[in-house]
């Protein structure tokens, strides 16, 4: 099979190709910058030097849909809803990174991101592609939507307690610490070096875009409207998110019954990690140790005091937040193995 990306100088498109020049079964055919268009791929993603001779391309989607039978689009949102109506009419299989296809009503488009959408009509043909939620429909749809890093991270944290009902549902908080890749490759003054090394840096404490995917989620489990109180932090850190998620029961529950419920849910994912250890230093998830990997490591407490279930999520958002998933998502959408490209076991240290 034959993959292109569109949008490949940036972060997520680097990573999808060191996935996918890797991936027994497909090869890169094309990748598009209109930055870099002629210069050679390693220049801009130099981990890649030595594994590929290929040239970044104009952005030209006939030419695209020529050659390759699944695109992924890697550009910011707002940019692939002006495209993907001609790719999905061209029969080529669409994996959307951005969030222009992730949510389901068009009137949140002008809500959370100021834009009206260009093309809604496609909005009920997309998939939220995360595998462990829509798994059956990933494997038959021709437009995937990517999930945002950090909506990955939650969801990942929360379906399992969701389902159960025995959460106070409007009163969930998810508090995140994400690491610079997170913001993209294009430099601004608050990713300069001297003003984000050592920050913690409360950078959306209400009102983040992915507040609405996870909203849309979470309530589409229970059939009922879910409220997320999202609070994003940026760290010291390249790549990683590490969700914090405080949900607060309607009746107690013990660890024994929240291990069941996680492992109900979990028990067969191939990338989910059930994180809960009692000795050593890393006994809960931490961004640290999955690093590369497409690993979502979740863990939890019980606040016996408040009813509190504290949820501990840790992904690299550049991965199960970014590529690692998207290529999950490809595997199922070509029929491959789920996890064919994606076994790497992380580094430790690291
Ligand atoms: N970074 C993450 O952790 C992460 C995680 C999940 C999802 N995402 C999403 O994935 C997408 C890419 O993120 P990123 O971090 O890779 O961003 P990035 O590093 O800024 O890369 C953006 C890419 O889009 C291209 N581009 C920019 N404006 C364009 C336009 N108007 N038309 C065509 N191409 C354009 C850029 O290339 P040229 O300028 O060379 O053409 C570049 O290749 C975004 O929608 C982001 O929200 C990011």
Redesign the pocket.
């Known amino acids: 099979m034959n993959v292109g990306i569109?949008?490949?100088?940036?972060?997520?498109?680097?990573e999808l190709l060191r996935l996918l020049l890797q991936h027994p079964k497909v090869t890169v055919s094309a990748v598009?910058?209109?930055?870099?268009?002629g210069e050679y791929v390693f220049r801009v993603h130099p981990n890649l030097r030595g594994e590929t001779n290929l040239k970044?391309e104009k952005?030209d989607i006939s030419s695209l849909t020529d050659k390759c039978d699944i695109i992924f689009l890697?550009?910011?949102?707002g940019?692939?809803s002006t495209i993907v109506p001609e790719i999905y009419d061209s029969g080529v299989k669409i994996i959307d990174?951005?969030?222009d296809f992730r949510l389901k009503n068009a009137d949140d488009y002008p809500k959370w991101y100021g834009w009206s959408h260009r093309s809604p009509e496609l909005l009920e043909k997309a998939v939220y592609g995360l595998p462990e939620l829509h798994r059956d429909d990933i494997r038959r749809a021709n437009l995937v939507a990517?999930?945002?890093?950090m909506a990955?991270s939650a969801i990942l944290a929360l379906a399992p307690i969701i389902q159960t009902g025995k959460v106070e549902k409007n009163h969930i908080i998810v508090d995140t610490k994400v690491g610079s890749?997170?913001?993209?490759?294009?430099p601004t003054l608050s990713s300069h070096h001297s003003e984000h090394y050592s920050v913690v840096r409360p950078y959306k404490p209400v009102g983040h875009r992915h507040t609405a995917e996870i909203e849309q989620e979470l309530s589409a489990i229970i059939k009922d409207e879910v409220k997320i109180s999202l609070s994003a932090h940026s760290v010291n850190m390249v790549r990683g998110i590490l969700a914090t998620c405080h949900v607060f029961l309607t009746e107690p529950i013990n660890p024994v019954d929240v291990w069941r419920i996680y492992r109900g849910s979990y028990g067969d994912e191939p990338f989910i990690r059930l994180v809960r250890d009692r000795r050593g230093v890393f006994r809960y998830p931490d961004p640290k140790i999955v690093t590369g990997t497409n690993y979502c490591d979740i863990g939890f407490e019980v606040d016996r005091n408040t009813n509190r279930l504290v949820v501990l999520s840790a992904i690299d958002?550049?991965m199960k937040?970014?590529a690692g998933t998207a290529v999950q998502d490809m595997n199922l959408m070509l029929g491959f193995d789920e996890s064919e490209g994606l076994k790497g076991i992380g580094l430790h240290p690291v």
């Open positions: 569109y949008g490949a100088s940036g972060y997520v498109g680097g598009t910058s209109n930055t870099y268009a970044f952005p890697s550009t910011p949102h940019v692939s990174m951005s969030a990517c999930p945002g890093c990955a890749s997170g913001a993209g490759s294009k958002n550049l937040g970014a």
